[in-house]
């Protein structure tokens, strides 16, 4: 009965195992091995204006084993689709809601890009989505298709290296067809500080002028990365503020990393051809060897509707 009992419980602990125990059983490795499995999901096809920003293009789902943490280090992405590449103004990653690499455009007959990633780490045992985001030219040809694939595991780095199984979504894979008109955007141009920069609360640590090109522009977030080398909680209760310090948006706690997500509550309505100047205020908790400057690093990182 003991032998029965024992048989028993090992059988069910066979059939509850977690999917990265599965996938390691699979691959052939072990509870010792790092393994990384990534797969490639399908989405419907869409269309979208020319000129639209933060466009999914592709979903990735990670997974990690059950030995270790696995920290991403760059994705590599080849351009599928019967539309050209140079239609595709750049490619980011996005994770949990913040940009996690610099664009990249693609380049070459193939439209390759390499995206080098900042703070992926699947957790041990655990999946993570991991999506990639585009921008597409106003000047795109109209009803191009375009969709991104990783090809083949090694476009997928990992730091330390670890073994990399991929699922491809194939045929599968969705396509992003551009269509007109063009789409309205905001462009944005750093202004000089009216202060040296110092330790202290309510600094000013960046102003903007913001203009909306083509169309009315509902602003509703803006992100800022520190080009200094401040980071994390040398940087605190941050906010956004027009030139005549009405307030836009929440306070933020401090960077993360080196940069700040700001929402603008309610959203910035910016008329065609208008002119808004807005300014970020933050305490500076760094020390004097700290530096702070606080940029808009890409079009993408200014968070826009189209103006009812």
Sequence with gaps: MLLKRFLAVMMC????????????????????????????LSRPNGSVPLGAQRVALLTLRATASCAADVRIASLTLEHRGLGSPQDIAGVYVFQNGARRSRSAV??????????????????????????????????????????????????????????????????AASRTIPVGPSIGSVTAESLSLPNTLS?????????????????DQLITAITFVNDGSARDAELQNLFLETSGHSRLSPTTASLDGDRVRIELQPPLLVKRNEVRLVQLLGDIRASRRKTVRLIIQQASDIEADEGR
């Design 13 to 40: 602990m066979a059939v509850s195992a977690s999917p990265a125990v599965a996938a390691e059983e699979a691959s052939g490795t072990t509870d010792a091995t790092p393994l990384l499995t990534v797969q490639e």
């Design 199 to 215: 330790y202290g609360s309510a600094r000013t640590v960046a102003r903007l002028r913001l203009t909306a090109r083509g169309s």
């Design 106 to 171: 693609p380049s070459g007959k193939k439209g390759i890009a390499t995206l080098h990633l900042r703070g992926i780490t699947v957790p041990a045992c655990k999946t993570m989505s991991i999506d990639i985001l585009g921008d597409i030219s106003s000047n795109a040809a109209a009803s191009g298709e375009h969709a991104f694939s990783l090809v083949w595991s090694g476009n997928v780095v990992t730091d330390p290296v670890v073994p990399v199984t991929l699922n491809l979504a194939g045929e």
